[in-house]
């Protein structure tokens, strides 16, 4: 005598998705997210492709480096994008320049810059990262 209700019903193969790891946001340290900004500065390859070689997204990467220019995320010196070559034009031909009275002209976004040679490193720093963010 068989019970229809304890007969095996087939039943069609269900999907499971199995989640691993804690599920959270991940914490990139300062050190690491320097490195990756540097790298998509100096990289021949896009900014795109850095981000998707680190597992990061480009909305992130482009976040990481604007934070670097508003001067948030600190870069190590040896990894600084280069961003101007330095021109150097004649003192009204005298031939002769006093490094005393020197000054550093930069222009950036139609605002001229001029710095003394008497303003010290940190100060002209912040003022070239003021004047990249206005631009």
Not at 13 to 36: L, M
Not at 49 to 62: D, E, M, N
Request: hydrophobic residues 45%; contains cysteine.
């Amino acid at each position: 005598m068989s019970d229809p209700e304890l007969m095996p019903v087939p039943e069609p193969v269900r999907r499971i998705e199995v989640f691993t790891g804690s599920g959270r946001r991940r914490r990139w340290p300062e050190e690491v997210k320097a490195r990756i900004v540097a790298e998509s500065y100096c990289s021949e390859s896009s900014v795109c492709a850095v981000a998707r070689r680190h597992g990061l997204t480009p909305q992130q990467l482009f976040g990481w480096r604007r934070l670097a220019r508003r001067g948030q995320l600190a870069l190590a010196a040896e990894d600084a994008p280069l961003f101007a070559a330095v021109v150097a034009e004649p003192d009204g031909g005298t031939g002769a320049v006093d490094p005393a009275n020197g000054e550093i002209v930069v222009e950036l976004g139609g605002v001229r810059l001029r710095i003394g040679a008497s303003v010290p490193v940190a100060r002209a720093a912040a003022l070239i990262a003021a004047l990249q963010g206005r631009a």
